[in-house]
Structure formats: structure tokens, C-alpha cells
């Protein structure tokens, strides 16, 4: 190769660089599809390996990166709760910048402890929670209804011990105050049952909600991912259906479904326009439960599947990092494999191998492909991954009944995105979070927020992946399977302690809350290390 051939190809190298840094760590950023913006998977407790109940979320959006323990409190007669909008952007648990009060409802005189995120999730009944947006029909959405869905959420937790107790308040709230927001569906687990609720504004001339719910089998894995999900209700059937009262008569009045059709009501075709499910829906059913064979091109999936082995917390925070890697998704399938720098200079490798070294990760944004493509038409094409770069948090809640509430409700909570960043157990019997944990680092630099604590590793790992990702793999597992046992050991000294002396609940809360600082201070101080390694991989300039 001659010497010019070399010097270009080394041009084109550098720019792949720069190109790629700048629209890797930028883009990243930038919006996905409407709707397209969380994940949540749900293990009933017969299909799980220790028995527990699992209910998952990720908020794959611009949304508050803080969180804290709202406690339990003692309310005077006549007191009113507040409902405000806005909530998922403040900077911190204390800032009142851009809330607006949409209303009141009348207090209650005992309000539960709970784990308050952009999506709250967790309270002291071991009443957990996840979310996912779906959209709905546009028509249907009004803005005068009082209610967003973290808010309804947060209310339940305030005042619910269960499942179904939770759906119905929640369904009764937005029907009598009215519910503003898109449609939403939220994944909520008791200490015995598992449901999926969906629910959406009435329209423009009804200040209220339509909504149904859907139980899950004890012994299946179900998944929302932006889809609406329920299909046939079956009102006989109240154990495992709920629906608001309104369910048929506002889709015949939309001319959603006639009643004289020969086609069966289903919630998800007369309240939406899109498919019951995407690549996320498909991927993780199909996953767990392969022997049904499964097919891509079905009209529509079952509502959830009994899995063909049991599944394990470990399977859960897999699937949470899945990237397709390896399958006919994978958006690094067509690149050539190339990891030594000296070989590509020295070989003077063509463009099309030095792609692969400089962007090659599950990640790539949209940006990055258009770029690729416009160099070589059909090169890449978008997936959407479960595991996300633009990702501000995740949870993988688990609801375990044996053990007392302190300790039995555990949200294994992570910053960032869920494949390059570890969780951390947060039990809700915890006393208070680290004070990190209540500043956001979603709108600008913050030193002193937790989640700048791992993002800076995030996004270099995925600038040389290739060089990273043993890095990124290794510390996860490292810290993952260390807190699993951990929290076994935890969960057999707890209990026998307030077995043997039930005074001692107080010891055990500062224990939790030490042992979840402790953690928390451990991992960021690792993330920070990795950072420091992954500069290290640009000094030369590449």
C-alpha cells in the first residue's frame, strides 16, 4: 500500500473519531420514537427460583436522576394532599421550579413510607411498582384531568397494602378527579399477586379515565414495553380482570369497536393504533420460553408466558443489559472485527474494518448510523435494544414474602444505562439515602449527584467498546454477585434477629441503611476508577 493510500486512510480514521465521539456522547441524548421510553418485565413468584415476585423498570428518558425515602406519616383531620405536574424534572427532592398544582384530594390520616423515584416504586407494604408509556389514542388525552400517572402512582403507595387495592384507587382518583396524561401502563406486585394496568384519558368531553387490568400467572413472565398489552377482557373472570366501568361504552362512542361487530373487544386494538408488541415484547417472551416457538410476525404475542426454566434475579438484570448481541438484531452484526490499533495503521486496513474498532457497540445512535449509511448505503439499521445509552435509572424491585417488610421489599437500583452501570440493593426498611442520591445529574454537571458518578465510565466504555467492555463486564459481576449474597446472608440474619427480639427493628433499619451507603460509596468510587482507565485509552488520540 502506498504511502498516500495509508495517509488517507489515517484521515478517515481520525474523522471516524471525531465524528463518532461527538455524536456518540451527544446523541445518545436525543429522542427516540413517541412512546418509546421504558421497559418493565414481571416474574410471578412461582415462575422465579427463590419465590419471590419481580416487577422491573427502566426510565429511558430525560427524566430526574434523584431519589429518596418519603416516611411514614400521621395526617390531621381535614387535611388535603396535593396533586402537582412536573415532578419528573425538579433538580432535587426540594425544588419547586416548574411544578404546577393541578388540584387537592382530601388526606388520609396515615400515609405509608415509600421509595420515591421519577416513577415511584416501593413502599413499607412491599406494594412495588413499574412503568411504561404506551400513548394511546391522542383524541383521548386531556389535559384539564387532574392526575399524572407518578402521581397516581405515589398516592397509591401512600395509601395501598395491595394489588388490587391499588388499581382501584388509582382507577377510582382518575375517574372522579380526571387523568391529564398519555397512556400509560404500570406493572404492580403485592406479596402475592401480579397485574399489569393500563390506563388513558376519556377525551375532550369527559373529565376522566378509561383503564383495564390484567392479572399475571403466578407462575409467568410478562413484559410492557410501550405497547398496550390487554387484549380480551374477561369480566366474569374478577380474578384475574378489572376495567373501569366505561371500558365498552366510551370505545362505541369513539367508534373505536362496534358492539354489532363480529371481531372480539380487545383493550389494546380499540384504544390504540400500534401492534401489541415490538422487538423489546417478542425478545424477552421468546427468551424464557423458547420451546413455544414464538413468531415475530404473530398479530399479537400471549399476554405473558409460563418460562421453560425458573427465573432467576441474575436472568432479570441480564435481560435489562440485553443488547441482541449475537441475533439477527445485533446493529454490529455486518462489521468487521478489528481491535488492534498498530495493525490497522501498520496494515493499512480499509475504512470499513477501522468502523468497527472506533464505533462498533450496542449503542450506536441514530446519528452514527445515518453517517455510516451515507458512506455505505444499508450498512447499519437501528434496533431497539432493551439496555439503553440514554437510560437516567432502573430498578429490578423484588416483593418476598417470608421475610419481614424491612427487609423483604429490596429495589436493586442502578444509574444510568442498565449494561454499564451495577445496582445496588436499596431495602425500603433504609432510614435515608445517601445524599448524592438527591441531586439529579440529568440536566447539567453535578459534581455532588450520584449519578455523575458512573455516566463519564458509561460513555467513554462505549467509544472503545472494544477495549471496555471486559472492564465494564467484570465489574459488574464482580459487585452483583457479591451484593446476592449479600442480601442472602442479610435476609437469614434479619430475620432470626426480630425473631428473637422484635424490639430490635430500629437496629436493623440503621444496619440496612449502613450496608446500602456502603455499597453505594463503593460503586461510584469503582466507576470513577474506570473512568480514569478509559482515558487512558485516548491518550495516544485514538
Sequence with gaps: MTAISKAINKMVFFAFVFLISTSVSMAQFSAEPEYDACTSILVGREATTDGSIMVGHTCDAHYRTWLNMIPHKKHHEGSIRKVFEGKLHTETPWDTRGLVEKGEIPEVAETFKFLNVAYPCLNEKQLAMGETTFGGKEELRNDEGMFYIE??????????????????????????????????????????????????????????????????PDGHVGISANRSRIGVIDFDNTDYYMASD??????????????????????WKAYTDDAPFSIREYFVLNNVAPSLKLSYDAEELPFSVKPDEKVSLEKVFELYRETYAGTEWDMTKDMLVTKNEKDMYNEG???????????????????????????KPGFLEYQRTISVAKCSYSQVVQVRDWLPDEVGGVAWFSFDNPALTPRIPIFIGVNELPESFHISGRNKYREDAASWSFMPAARLATLRWDKAEDYIRTAIDEFESREIQDVKDIDTHVKQMLKNDPEKLEQVKKFLTHYTHSMAHATMGKWKELEKTFWEFFILGF
Design 246 to 267: 366505561n371500558v365498552i361504552r366510551l370505545a362505541e362512542e369513539m367508534e373505536y369497536w362496534l358492539a354489532d361487530s363480529s371481531e372480539a373487544f380487545k383493550f
Design 349 to 375: 486496513l480499509e475504512s470499513e474494518e477501522l468502523v468497527k474498532s472506533v464505533v462498533a457497540n450496542p449503542w450506536i445512535s441514530k446519528e452514527t448510523i445515518k453517517l455510516l449509511n451515507a458512506i
Design 151 to 216: 402521581e397516581l402512582q405515589a398516592i397509591a403507595l401512600e395509601r395501598c397494602s395491595s394489588a388490587r387495592e391499588a388499581i382501584k384507587l388509582m382507577g377510582d382518583l382518575a375517574t372522579e378527579y380526571g387523568y391529564g396524561d398519555w397512556g400509560e401502563c404500570l406493572t404492580i406486585a403485592d406479596k402475592k399477586e401480579l397485574w399489569q394496568f393500563e390506563i388513558m384519558g376519556a377525551g375532550p368531553f369527559e373529565i376522566g379515565a378509561v383503564w383495564a387490568a390484567q392479572r399475571i
